[in-house]
């Protein structure tokens, strides 16, 4: 804009003082900045085709056009609530109610729900029926958040660590990239009881990880646990060459029962200060922050102040720190649990820093330097709204934790990949057909699939039928493709549904459909198919 205002400035001099004067008016006004435009024009059309300044004017204003038209195209910055919460159940079922758990009366619903569980039950039996169905704890959440307008996105289990992954709906086709791990660091790295779980997605172009964890216990093992956190960060490996480590992601979250203990203090002074709120009075003899001061992979992270009661050791059903005796062995009494604040969250924004281990490697400093370029082109920020424990629920020996956040973030991409519809009346009586169109470029698969789920559907699998959507193509063209579901596959009972498209590249959900009605089968109810009939042929179907 200073190249235009001196070329400006250049050509009415050029013409005349009465110009000059015109043009020297504040730009503030929009109505000014128009003026001088014209009179820039003006000028443009008065100089001669082969002058210098006329090229040099031309050359600025193509460049000015070429900036407000980057200005315009700039992708809207957007804000999302993020509630995530941390509980060790100690093997409980869990409680008939969780709206205070998970905040359901709130006026700011959130947009994401993460949830991570230690210690959910992991008998044998309970195992393998919660390897074929969901477990109690997944069961609940999702039969609250549906009819909220959630989907479980994403969900992982390694024996008693449970994570799962929530999302308004609208927003699930802008979350791709979906994988999930898991890292044991129990007996010997063998045994699951210990370690953590993680899911990493893409979330409107920013790749975001949830690290869900279970640490050694006891007072005495610190350096054990900052050890299986790092053997965790250093050994998590993703199939995606952007992020392949979770120290890669440009939004880290580590959350879960780090067991992490207040030493030093004895038990007297530490419940004193609960009793008081003078939790401050106890941060310094804090493990975790101890050790952040030590460990350079643990500074990366952030947490807020721990201005609420230390959430272990409670008795059962009840809101009083431990105070059972222990029998040790040849039948001493043990000491009494001190409180600690083992459940934690803490969050690491990718650094800003060119610096790598390898100084003489080249395309290291590169991939810096266009992962800086892309941070500065699309922002994302981060606070934390609140972070506190809950003591409501006292059904475990732990209290749970619960941290919301807003993330601020520049959105590199604002429209669905596919656009689907369903073509025509559908029913479980005719064959039905679905429309779709690319919006934009994206790598299609022999894998990709339409599924059909209900309104209200809870989770991605929750899908009543699908269709391969290479194998079952019918017609297309450039803008328009054609797929074939058969009426077979349709439920006879109708009801509200929606399509979405599931990349399998991409590993999401790319596409929903508006909602549409499937119509009850006219066929079974003319032969007197009674409804408990029909639902049982939508099992079957389903299955």
């Not at 924004?349 to 991939?367: A, F, G, I, M």
């Not at 193509?473 to 579901?485: G, L, M």
């Not at 089968?521 to 003319?526: D, T």
Request: proline share 4%; net charge negative; with cysteine.
């Amino acid at each position: 804009m200073d190249e235009i205002n001196q070329l400006l400035g250049n050509i009415q001099r050029v013409r005349s003082e009465s110009l000059c004067s015109d043009a020297t008016q504040s730009t503030g006004s929009k109505l000014v900045l128009r003026h001088r435009l014209n009179q820039l024009l003006t000028c443009v059309d008065d100089l001669d085709t082969k002058d210098e300044l006329r090229e040099k004017v031309v050359k600025t204003l193509d460049n000015a056009f070429l900036i407000f038209g980057k200005r315009a195209n700039t992708p809207k910055k957007g804000r999302f609530r993020l509630q995530m919460v941390t509980w060790n159940v100690a093997t409980a079922d869990p409680p008939d109610d969780v709206t205070l758990l998970l905040h359901l009366n709130s006026p700011k619903s959130p947009d994401l729900y993460v949830i991570g569980l230690q210690e959910v039950y992991s008998g044998p039996l309970r195992f393998v029926s919660d390897v074929v169905f969901n477990d109690p704890w997944s069961h609940l959440f999702m039969s609250i958040l549906a009819p909220r307008n959630y989907v479980k996105v994403s969900s992982i289990r390694m024996q008693g660590l449970l994570l799962l992954f929530f999302s308004k709906l609208q927003h699930v086709p802008f979350i791709s990239n979906i994988q999930a791990t898991y890292t044991r660091t129990g007996i010997f790295g063998y045994w699951g009881n210990k370690g953590g779980v993680s899911i990493r997605l893409s979330f409107y172009g920013h790749m975001l990880c949830f690290l869900n964890c279970h640490l050694a216990a006891h007072m005495k093992y610190a350096t054990e646990r900052v050890d299986e956190f790092e053997y965790i960060m250093d050994t998590q490996t993703f199939a995606c060459k952007k992020t392949p480590r979770i120290a890669d992601h440009n939004l880290v979250f580590w959350f879960g029962d780090l067991n992490f203990r207040i030493q030093d203090h004895g038990m007297h002074f530490v419940r004193t200060c609960i009793n008081n709120q003078t939790y401050n009075l106890l941060w310094s003899k804090d493990q975790l922050i101890m050790m952040k001061k030590k460990e350079q992979k643990l500074q990366e992270f952030e947490e807020g102040p721990l201005d609420f009661q230390p959430t272990y050791k409670f008795d059962l059903n009840s809101d009083t720190y431990d105070s059972r005796l222990y029998k040790t062995w040849f039948g001493f009494n043990g000491k009494k649990r001190k409180p600690a604040w083992t459940d934690r969250i803490l969050w690491r924004l990718r650094p800003k820093d060119l610096t790598s281990d390898k100084q003489d490697d080249n395309s290291e400093v590169v991939k810096k330097v266009k992962e800086l370029e892309e941070d500065e082109e699309y922002p994302l920020r981060i606070r934390q709204d609140l972070y506190t424990s809950n003591m409501e629920f006292s059904i475990s020996d732990h209290k749970p934790v619960i941290g919301i956040f807003t993330l601020e973030l520049r959105k590199m991409n604002e429209t669905p990949l596919v656009h689907l519809q369903a073509e025509g009346e559908w029913s479980a009586d005719i064959d039905a057909m679905v429309l779709y169109s690319p919006l934009q470029p994206f790598p299609s698969s022999t894998w990709d699939w339409i599924g059909l789920y209900k309104v209200g559907f809870s989770s991605l699998t929750d899908y009543i039928t699908y269709t391969w959507v290479k194998d079952d193509e019918v017609a297309f063209n450039e803008e328009v493709i054609q797929v074939y579901v058969s009426k077979e596959e349709i439920p006879v009972q109708g009801g509200e549904c929606v399509l979405c498209y599931y990349s399998n590249t991409l590993r999401g959900i790319i596409g929903i459909s508006e909602p549409f009605k499937v119509h009850e089968s006219k066929v079974a109810n003319e032969e007197g198919l009674l409804h408990d009939q029909i639902n049982r042929l939508d099992q079957i179907v389903a299955s």
